[in-house]
């Protein structure tokens, strides 16, 4: 089983329009706007009652009560805190003129908060964190909402926001909501959202009926769902996929292919040579979308067509995965390999492996690696299926267009006389923003192929 670094951790990563705060001296965040029993507990355990223009320092840990608070921090962040929530400021680092250090590291330990992320967030997203003991989410928007007891419901108002843990990842687009029942638990999309009143039904009677209206407020009302952003309709993609009829490794990958994403973003055709493959009375499973790649397996159902893919009954667990994307242009491939640009990625999501036995399992982790100038990639993911567990690592992938591909290496328990790694990847959106590939793990000692797609995300 790996050990994930950030288990217990929620990332918070967004694009925010707030500029930084003035006044504050040693406090790294300053109370806009308190009501009700909030106090402070510092690092050395003493206690302070809240009020408006109070200083929060790093170790200071906000608890609500019955009360509730908004907060703003130096980098220009909000944040709104529910009743009977306690908040910790772990870490925080910040300067207006920027430094690449800025960060900052957050714990709900318990309750409901919804927030407006600052400069830290635009200019350092991978050092914003916020952490509880069931997921981990990245955030690329500017407002969301979260509330965490013993399980954890997000919603996002704005972006997009990937929910990892051990057991999974799970993309939301704008306007969507999501539900981590606990850390060994898969994140789930649900229709419903974080349920975040003003005050608690509890405690109604202990706050005042009128009280001064905070400076600069995030909105104390859920936002309307916007828009989600989601790729869809018929267009020319990159597109990678898994389990390809045709291929002995198993891996495809086709470059600015004609294909057709419905309107929940989902891939439900594509150009097959010799014809057309379309995936028939399959499910689709493992959806992800951010609008500029998607991600999904068809299975249990047959799959329909002319295409060298047509007519194939996915039973079981039997899937075939695939990736698509808005593919990057050759002017901008030429302009970050002109620029010497080395760009890194991290996994925004990916199908859950399956095997040529029946079996399915978890994407755990994945990084890439692009060398535009060199034309090269160097990619690293980890999967676990039934009885194996494999680590990829391949240097040196050549690129070509858009597209990259090569045979790397894997390691597991199982890989006694040696598991290679063929896979077909390319990038998608303006300057290279995203990078999605297919892979195929073939164990020879296990007689077993491993099949899957990842989406990045450039970082």
Same mark, same amino acid.
């Given at each position: 089983m790996r050990t994930n670094?950030? #288990? /217990?951790?929620? #990332?918070?990563?967004?694009?925010?329009?707030? !500029?930084?705060?003035?006044g504050y001296a040693a406090?790294?965040?300053?109370?806009?706007?308190?009501?009700?029993?909030?106090?402070?507990?510092?690092?050395?355990?003493?206690?302070?009652?809240?009020? #408006?223009?109070?200083?929060?320092?790093?170790?200071?840990?906000?608890?609500?009560?019955?009360? #509730?608070?908004? !907060? =703003?921090?130096?980098?220009?962040?909000?944040?709104?805190?529910?009743?009977?929530?306690?908040?910790r400021i772990e870490e925080f680092r910040?300067?207006?003129?920027?430094?690449?250090?800025?960060?900052?590291?957050?714990?709900? %330990?318990?309750?409901?908060?919804?927030?407006?992320? @600052?400069l830290i967030g635009r200019a350092n997203r991978q050092n914003y964190?916020?952490?509880?003991?069931?997921?981990?989410?990245? *955030? =690329?928007?500017?407002?969301?909402?979260?509330?965490?007891?013993?399980?954890?419901?997000?919603?996002?108002?704005? @972006?997009? *926001? &990937?929910v990892e843990n051990e057991a999974g990842t799970l993309v939301l687009a704008a306007g969507q909501g999501g539900l981590v029942a606990g850390p060994q638990q898969q994140p789930q999309r649900t229709a419903e959202h974080p349920f975040l009143p003003p005050t608690a039904a509890t405690a109604a009677q202990d706050?005042?009926?009128?009280?001064?209206?905070?400076?600069?407020?995030?909105?104390?009302?859920?936002?309307?769902?916007?828009? &989600?952003t989601v790729l869809t309709g018929t267009a020319s993609y990159n597109m990678a996929f898994s389990n390809f009829s045709g291929r002995s490794s198993g891996t495809a990958q086709i470059l600015g292919n004609a294909g057709t994403l419905d309107a929940a973003g989902r891939l439900v055709s594509f150009d097959d040579p010799p014809g057309?493959?379309?995936?028939?009375?399959?499910?689709?499973?493992?959806?992800?979308?951010?609008?500029?790649?998607?991600?999904?397996?068809?299975?249990?159902?047959?799959?329909?067509?002319?295409?060298?893919?047509?007519? =194939?009954? %996915?039973?079981?667990?039997?899937?075939?995965?695939?990736? &698509?994307?808005?593919?990057?242009?050759?002017?901008d491939m030429a302009a970050l390999a002109s620029g010497g640009v080395t760009a890194t990625y991290s996994s925004a999501g990916g199908t859950a492996p399956t095997t040529d036995r029946g079996g399915i399992g978890t994407l755990n982790s994945g990084?890439?690696?692009?060398?535009?100038?060199?034309?090269?990639v160097d990619v690293d993911f980890s999967v676990s299926?039934?009885?194996?567990?494999?680590?990829?690592?391949?240097?040196?992938?050549?690129?070509?267009? /858009?597209?990259? /591909?090569?045979?790397?290496?894997? /390691?597991?328990?199982?890989?006694?006389?040696?598991?290679?790694?063929?896979?077909?990847?390319f990038f998608a959106g303006s300057q290279a923003a995203r990078a999605g590939l297919s892979y195929t793990v073939i164990d020879t000692a296990q007689q077993m192929k491993t099949f899957g797609t990842i989406g990045f995300t450039r970082q």
């Open positions: 670094p950030y #288990r /217990s951790v929620v #990332r918070l990563i967004a694009l925010a329009a707030c !500029l930084p705060a003035a406090g790294v965040a300053r109370v806009d706007f308190a009501v009700g029993d909030v106090i402070a507990v510092r690092a050395d355990g003493s206690r302070k009652a809240l009020t #408006r223009g109070a200083e929060l320092e790093v170790g200071d840990t906000v608890d609500t009560q019955r009360g #509730r608070a908004q !907060l =703003r921090f130096q980098d220009g962040a909000y944040m709104s805190l529910q009743p009977d929530t306690s908040f910040f300067a207006e003129n920027g430094t690449g250090n800025d960060g900052v590291v957050m714990s709900l %330990l318990k309750g409901g908060m919804r927030t407006v992320t @600052g964190r916020l952490r509880t003991a069931v997921a981990t989410i990245g *955030i =690329r928007g500017t407002e969301y909402a979260v509330r965490y007891t013993h399980s954890m419901e997000v919603f996002c108002a704005g @972006g997009s *926001i &990937a706050l005042p009926d009128k009280v001064d209206d905070p400076v600069n407020p995030v909105q104390e009302a859920l936002p309307t769902p916007l828009a &989600a057309n493959t379309t995936s028939g009375s399959t499910a689709i499973a493992d959806s992800g979308n951010d609008g500029v790649i998607a991600w999904g397996r068809w299975t249990n159902g047959t799959t329909s067509g002319t295409g060298t893919n047509a007519l =194939r009954t %996915l039973s079981g667990n039997d899937s075939f995965h695939y990736i &698509a994307g808005i593919p990057t242009s050759d002017a990084s890439l690696t692009a060398r535009f100038a060199s034309a090269q299926v039934p009885n194996a567990s494999y680590t990829v690592s391949g240097r040196n992938l050549s690129i070509t267009g /858009s597209g990259f /591909s090569g045979s790397v290496g894997a /390691s597991g328990a199982t890989c006694t006389s040696g598991c290679t790694t063929p896979i077909d990847g």
